[in-house]
């Protein structure tokens, strides 16, 4: 296990950068990649643990995958054409795999098993299994499904119509997977909307995606054909150094490439209205993403109050938007985020606890954070909690907070950002 130091009130942060590919378009290309006929090169996509098991899992499949610098190329298998793997699946950390896998295993003609790390083992599984097995899929595992390992005996599926009970892109996606393979509509009401790069890739090459506000339909596919992708940098990795920037006074940070999907950048919206300097430029598109620079200067914050609409645009940037809270004006709440205790560790506890032994006024409610600013934090000892996410946020906490600061199990950074302490110093010399 690795610790981090780092030494805070130093320096502002200055300098440009690009973060490495979207985490959860990286995951995406490679299914779809793989379900299309002919050869998919992916441009920019994120090599880290989690995409690598998505890879992994997708060569299990008989997938020809062939990773070159950050450049994939994926030699299409067609959607009837991957075959029973040989071995159990391993997701690693990553619930993006496991539980998008589970939607698209369930079309195959064969039996699987997919497992994870302990910290995925411990997420809960059923809010994917119960409408796949609406859908006719044959999952078992832990806690009737709820726990991994769980196996899957594929075959024939039918549509459905489904209203998840919680917005889960990821719920979302796997049902769109599975309903590729399934007879007659299958359809996703939500009630909020969540992140749609599925809908859009599915879309780019080529598959036929309905979608009515929140409603989207799929119906069973014929091939649909490989294609070129860029992949943007990463909305969730440039959060980490949009709130260094806009917390450390005389920074200033350009942040190139960035997706900027509607539906992905709500912390440009919640920071903006907490009153942060930030200014989108350079717009351009991807073929299925929109992308933009993002250039940010520090800033007197003021608290806000975060529920409704803004949470599944902003669910994963919650930590750090916590962080920024800690240096504004005023009582920040976060609320309906309930969601954040059962993401890779308890985010809510985790989150309170470490900024807590930074010296942070601030509050665990069942379904959020209250956040006193006061700006003034001092150095302790930490942990990432196995939990990217978390380390990182705790990092850029640190760089305001008086003396040294340790961060314990540092290396779980690795799940999405693996040069994130890198990136973190050099800005700072800047």
């Known amino acids: 296990m690795s610790t981090e130091k780092i030494i805070g009130n130093l320096a502002p942060i200055h300098g440009e950068l690009t973060p490495p590919g979207d985490k959860s378009i990286s995951h995406r290309s490679a299914m779809i990649g793989s379900l299309a006929s002919g050869t998919t090169l992916v441009r920019g996509f994120l090599d880290s643990e989690d995409t690598n ?12 995958i062939e990773s070159l610098d950050t450049h994939v190329e994926i030699k299409g298998t067609g959607q009837s054409g991957l075959r029973k793997p040989k071995e159990i699946i391993d997701a690693g950390n990553s619930g993006t795999t496991a539980r998008l896998l589970m939607g698209l295993l369930s ?21 994917v299994v119960d409408p796949l097995r609406l859908m006719g899929a044959n999952i078992t595992g832990i806690e009737d499904g709820n726990k991994l390992p ?46 749609d790069h599925t809908e859009r890739m599915l879309s780019y090459f080529g598959a036929e995606v309905q979608t009515d506000g929140n409603t989207i339909r799929i119906e069973k596919q014929d091939d649909f054909k490989a294609r070129e992708l860029l992949v ?14 806009l917390i450390n006074p005389g920074s200033e940070v350009l942040i190139k490439n960035v997706g900027v999907n509607p539906l992905r950048s709500g912390i440009i919206d919640i920071l903006k209205q907490m009153g942060g300097d ?79 032994k930074l010296g942070a006024s601030i509050e665990e409610l069942d379904d959020g954070m209250v956040i006193k600013g006061k700006g003034a934090l001092k150095g302790a000892k930490c942990s990432g909690w196995g939990d990217h996410r978390i380390a990182m946020a705790v990092a850029v906490a640190a760089t305001r907070a008086e003396g040294e600061t340790e961060i314990e199990g540092s290396e779980c950074v690795s799940v999405s950002y693996p040069g994130f302490f890198h990136d973190l110093r050099h800005l700072r010399k800047n």
């Open 53 to 64: 098991s998505t890879l992994g899992a997708m060569k299990l499949l008989g997938v020809a």
């Open 278 to 356: 930030i200014e989108i430029t350079n717009y351009s598109d991807s073929g299925c993403e929109p992308l933009a620079d993002i250039l940010v200067r520090s800033s007197d914050l003021k608290a806000l109050e975060i529920k409704g609409d803004m949470i599944p645009k902003a669910i994963d940037e919650l930590p750090v938007i916590a962080v920024a809270a800690c240096f504004a004006e005023g009582e920040t709440v976060i609320r309906e985020a309930g969601e954040l205790r059962v993401k890779e560790t308890d985010r809510i506890k985790a989150v309170t606890t470490e900024l807590r």
């Open 107 to 127: 079309g195959q003609d064969f039996l699987s098993e997919i497992t994870g790390d302990k910290y995925l083992q411990a997420r809960p599984m059923r809010r």
């Open 232 to 245: 943007p940098a990463d909305i969730s990795s440039a959060a980490f150094f949009i709130v260094a920037a």
């Open 150 to 195: 769980v196996t899957i005996n594929g075959g024939e599926l039918r549509g459905i119509s489904y209203e998840p009970p919680v917005a889960s892109a990821q719920v979302k996606s796997a049902l769109l997977l599975a309903g590729l393979y399934a007879d007659g509509v299958t359809e996703v009401k939500e009630a909020k909307a969540t992140r």
